[in-house]
């Protein structure tokens, strides 16, 4: 659970767009991870942390995408209603959804981390339950860990005070998207 681009990408849609759309940001990351976690229990990532271009590819597109995210926000206005239901910004469900899945799937990080993790719970002749068990823990602690970051940036209170910085907290979402596409993309490329 540490700060980096999933979280500033549910902070960003939840003080932009409200509840509903952290809401749907986190639980579509959380898909995207549960989604990584089976692969992994089922020795798929293996593939993606072996094969080099694989793994530079799915970094070069997840660079790319948070790129394109940043460049939104520093293009942002920033103005946001105080409600936490009706934000000014308005954007289809489907995109907020689209941005925690893409964030979760175009990180090929997640893979090794699960490789790392399940490796000391696995079995060659694992049986679909304890697979299902292992990504459905992954997946609830993620869905759990994120939900709670948009219902806490949704509040009353700090949901008003947030949407009064909006376009200082757009700006700086968005400065600390690009700086880690350029990174990630310049790490990917063997720079």
Do not use: C
């Not at 692969?39 to 394109?68: D, E, H, M, P, R």
């Amino acid at each position: 659970m540490s700060p980096g681009p999933s979280l500033a990408v549910v902070i960003r849609n939840t003080v932009q767009q409200g509840r509903r759309a952290g809401l749907a940001t986190a639980l579509s990351h959380a898909l995207g991870v549960g989604l990584y976690a089976l692969a992994t229990a089922l020795g798929l990532a293996a593939l993606v942390a072996t094969q080099q271009a694989l793994f530079n590819g799915l970094t070069l597109a997840g660079s790319a995408y948070l790129l394109w995210l940043g460049a939104h926000a520093l293009r942002g206005t920033g103005r946001f209603e105080a409600s936490t239901e009706a934000p000014m910004i308005t954007k289809r469900p489907w995109g907020s959804v689209r941005d925690g899945l893409a964030m979760a799937l175009l990180n090929p990080k997640i893979a090794v981390f699960f490789l790392a993790l399940f490796s000391q719970f696995t079995r060659p002749d694992a049986g679909i339950l304890e697979v299902a068990i292992l990504a459905g823990t992954a997946t609830a602690v993620d869905a759990g860990w994120y939900a709670a970051v948009a219902l806490v940036l949704s509040g009353q209170g700090l949901s008003a005070w947030l949407r009064r910085y909006g376009v200082w907290i757009e700006r700086l979402t968005g400065a600390v998207l690009v700086f880690l596409a350029l990174t990630t993309a310049i790490r990917a490329l063997g720079g």
